[in-house]
């Protein structure tokens, strides 16, 4: 399938529309009209007395369906090509509809922040009635999506309140791994491998965040949130992540800190040692993250340890003082049935946590089931997304309930990840990271600072090297691009 764009640059909400529809295949944008043999959707628009004219066509096989002209009148800018890409889109969400037989749930909205725009249309005062009316016409999402959205939005604005102009947030990265499992598309490192970078890295990673600190203290920024990512924070050596979390501890000013995560992620490399050392050093939330409790599918996908090794690690945090911990698990994963995987949020019900967070399974083209994507997607989205629903009703009648939604390219069926939380145990950091509410700044390798206009909307990034070999290699310029933070708060100011 390929789109065919004329006389417009919406191309890329084009493609992404139509990728729902051909998960796994490649949609190429052209404007070359001869191209029009093949299988496409087609999109033009005509300047027309003040206005502009959309037609859409959709060709697939031996089927080919036109939609009626629309006519848009309003003056040129962003509310018109707003206006202009959310009516191409529901033109061709109906003829890639009716000609496919699938029907995405989150219909026309392809971005990763669903809950971001509804919430806006809640701080604008819009009521409930009329919000879904939109979502549900406007936007053709699913009546079951929007509530969805709706409870997160109203859950999620007590941490989004906690929030000031001069707040921050710090992430820390560990790309480090025991194995690669072979979902992932992120940049980690093998421990073993890298296993002679790493005493290396983790004196740079704390020159990193001295610096970083000393520029939070020159600005008078806040510190809301500390997270330790990756990779996986626990391949470190007890010294080592003691040294890491000491840095923080000594480096940052704590005093508005609301929350201090560390993903400790894969039970194999989690010990007594490594727990005492988080917690000794004011950690308040930790991820211990199953995936799955069917063995044979942990086997499938590379996950290295087995499931009573994740149960009794939890077992020995709670025994050892933690009492906000999250739990992921993964909709979708080969070999999970619909009997195993609700078995796994019932298993993860009675053990109870804090956070239990269902991600629906994304297959990127760097991970090892990239290739075979499209079969997956073909035989799996409908139950996948029967999984997801179980999960979201079992975890609200345990006493859970929604706080913060995202959703990734290339899921199975086009779904969404869900964190869900006990009251009072929101994970701030991912409110703020996918709200973009405040500034968050990052190191080490692969970690990307986002820098937020206190009081605006700008926004701008600021890369770290992606491989620890590079990150060390080329660190004087890590600490150059610091610099940066400075020039933008200068620029834009507190407000």
């Known amino acids: 399938m390929i789109v065919i764009i004329d006389g417009h640059n919406y191309g890329y909400e084009m493609e992404c529309l139509t990728r729902m529809f051909f998960f796994g295949e490649k949609v190429p944008v052209t404007d070359d009209l001869s191209r029009m043999g093949e299988d496409y959707v087609y999109t033009r628009l005509e300047e027309q007395n003040g206005g502009v004219k959309l037609t859409a066509r959709v060709c ?29 889109g529901v033109m061709v969400y109906h003829m890639l509809q009716k000609l496919t037989g699938k029907s995405p749930e989150w219909g026309i909205l392809t971005g990763i922040r669903p809950v971001k ?40 604005k007590f941490v989004l309140n906690q929030s000031q102009p001069d707040s921050y947030s710090l992430y820390i990265s560990i790309p480090f791994c025991p194995s690669r499992c072979r979902y992932c598309s992120f940049v980690s490192q093998d421990i073993e491998r890298a296993k002679k970078l790493v005493p290396s890295y983790v004196r740079r990673l704390c020159e990193e965040l001295k610096r970083t600190a000393d520029i939070a203290k020159e600005l008078g920024l806040k510190l809301k949130t500390v997270y330790m990512g990756g990779g996986t924070p626990t391949t470190l050596a007890p010294s080592q992540m003691d040294m890491v979390l000491k840095c923080v501890r000594e480096e940052f ?64 945090a709670r025994n050892i003082g933690f009492d906000n911990i999250n739990m992921d698990l993964i909709a979708g994963l080969p070999g999970d049935s619909l009997e195993t995987f609700c078995a796994s949020i019932d298993k993860a019900v009675e053990l109870d946590p804090e956070n239990i967070t269902v ?51 290339n899921t199975v069926g086009n779904l969404e990840n869900t964190g869900f939380c006990k009251a009072g145990k929101e994970g701030y950091y991912n409110v703020y990271i996918m709200d973009e509410i405040h500034t968050i700044l990052a190191a080490g390798a692969g970690a990307s600072t986002k820098l937020k206009q206190p009081g605006g909307t700008l926004i701008k990034r600021v890369f770290n090297y992606k491989y620890p070999y590079e990150y060390l290699d080329r660190f004087d310029e890590v600490l150059n691009r610091k610099k940066q933070i400075l020039e933008f708060y200068r620029k834009y100011g507190k407000k």
Request: glycine residues 6%; aromatic residues 8%.
């Open 60 to 88: 697939l096989g031996q089927q080919s369906l036109e939609e009626e002209p629309q006519v848009i009148r309003c003056p040129a800018g962003e509310e018109r090509d707003h206006e202009c890409e959310r009516v191409f």
């Open 117 to 156: 725009l509804l919430g806006q249309f809640i701080s604008d005062g819009v009521s409930k009635e009329e919000i879904f009316r939109i979502f549900e016409q406007d936007y053709l999402v699913s009546p079951q999506k929007v509530r969805l959205a709706y409870e997160t939005a109203l859950h999620e």
């Open 253 to 316: 000013d704590l005093s508005n800190l609301l929350e201090f995560t560390v993903e400790a992620g894969r039970p194999d490399t989690i010990t007594e040692e490594k727990l005492q050392v988080i917690l000794q050093n004011g950690v308040t939330r930790i991820s211990i993250n199953p995936q799955t409790f069917c063995q044979p599918v942990l086997d499938e996908i590379g996950r290295l340890h087995t499931v009573q090794q994740t149960i009794d690690v939890y077992h020995l």
């Open 359 to 409: 991600h629906t399974l994304s297959v990127k083209r760097s991970s090892d089931f990239g290739a075979q994507s499209e079969i997956t997607v073909k035989e799996e989205a409908e139950l996948t997304a029967k999984m997801v629903e179980y999960a979201g009703k079992k975890l609200m009648e345990n006493g859970y309930f929604p706080y913060y939604l995202y959703r990734q390219k």
